[in-house]
């Protein structure tokens, strides 16, 4: 029995997303999308390195991201911007993004960006569930060889995609300012499909 004052340890529970693809325009219902903007506004609140061009710095609301979210969707293309959902109990946890540029040169890659998760379902395995679902995409689906991503230093983002077999392979020092005196460098991670 704990002692008075003191909490016992709960363990926090596993959350197993189904994962949902979408690869049109079309096929991102508005209330996909208002969950969508809901999600990448309480990561960027909470610190998250999801940055996007028009977005301003933190804190940011709603109306700032929705233009962002509305040029995500309009982008998607089966063969080119893939939008990939985590979903738990019916409500978006988690998403990120898979693009693949055709070009014969490149075509061989993919590159992940805006790898998300609702700051109160963070450490439930969502994520993980997300890079291992992207991979499997990425290999099975478009018969790629390799995926790439970008990840801000200091946030602790090198050692979980490290567990999932991502290996840095190169990074632009102070490259990214968080704020004045925090400046951070811009890792590049790989991984072989």
């Not at 609702?118 to 992207?134: A, D, E, H, Q």
């Amino acid at each position: 029995m704990p002692s008075r004052g003191v909490m016992p340890v709960v363990p926090v529970m596993p959350v197993v997303p189904e994962l949902v693809q979408l690869t049109t325009p079309t096929g991102v219902p508005p209330a996909t999308a208002r969950q969508l903007t809901d999600c990448w506004t309480a990561v960027v609140n909470a610190g998250g390195a999801v940055i996007a061009p028009e977005l301003p710095m933190p804190p940011v609301v709603a109306a700032d991201v929705a233009p962002a979210v509305d040029r995500l969707v309009r982008g998607l293309d089966p063969l080119r911007c893939r939008l990939l959902l985590a979903v738990s109990d019916g409500a978006l946890s988690g998403w990120l993004v898979l693009r693949h540029d055709p070009h014969p040169l490149v075509a061989h890659c993919g590159v992940v960006n805006h790898l998300q998760t609702l700051p109160g379902l963070r450490g439930r395995g969502i994520g993980t569930s997300l890079m291992t679902g992207v991979a499997d995409i990425a290999r099975g689906e478009l018969g790629l060889e390799r995926l790439q991503l970008s990840a801000r230093s200091g946030c602790g983002l090198e050692e979980f995609y490290g567990r999932l077999g991502w290996v840095e392979v190169g990074r632009w020092p102070g490259a990214l300012r968080v704020a004045p005196g925090d400046d951070r460098d811009d890792v590049l991670m790989g991984l072989t499909l």
